[in-house]
């Protein structure tokens, strides 16, 4: 969900108009209009602030990463001597190069 869908269906569940949240706010209700259809992106500061005059908390999360990673690769290549991490990563890049149908050896 965009910083825009958050604000208009908040502002829509508390049946407040785009003027009446500008006027809480002190502003237009041109500018609400822009954040809602996502023509400007508001601030982490902007979009907590019009959420609170709305009477709902804007909260940020973080979680863990799960995928895209294996672990136990990372572990057994630590492993390995830095010169022996070098010579994997040489070996890596020149396979990718090779299959790569947009790279040309020796012009990347």
């Known amino acids: 969900m965009t ?3 958050l604000v208009h269906e908040t502002r829509q569940r508390h049946g407040v108009s785009q003027k009446q949240l500008a006027m809480r706010a002190g502003t237009t209700q041109s ?3 822009r954040i809602e259809r996502d023509r400007i992106s508001p601030s982490v500061a902007t979009l907590r602030e ?3 005059l709305l009477g709902e908390d804007l909260t940020l999360g973080a979680e863990k990463r799960d ?3 294996d ?3 990372i572990a057994e290549r630590l492993k390995s001597s830095p010169s022996e991490r070098v010579e994997y990563g040489l ?3 020149e396979q990718l190069i090779a299959i790569s149908p947009n790279v040309r050896k020796g012009t990347a």
Do not use: D, E, K, V
Request: hydrophobic share 55%.
């Open 3 to 5: 910083p825009g869908q």
């Open 31 to 33: 500018a609400i209009s």
């Open 50 to 52: 019009l959420l609170y």
């Open 67 to 69: 995928f895209g990673i």
């Open 71 to 73: 672990r136990t690769l």
């Open 91 to 93: 070996a890596m890049a």
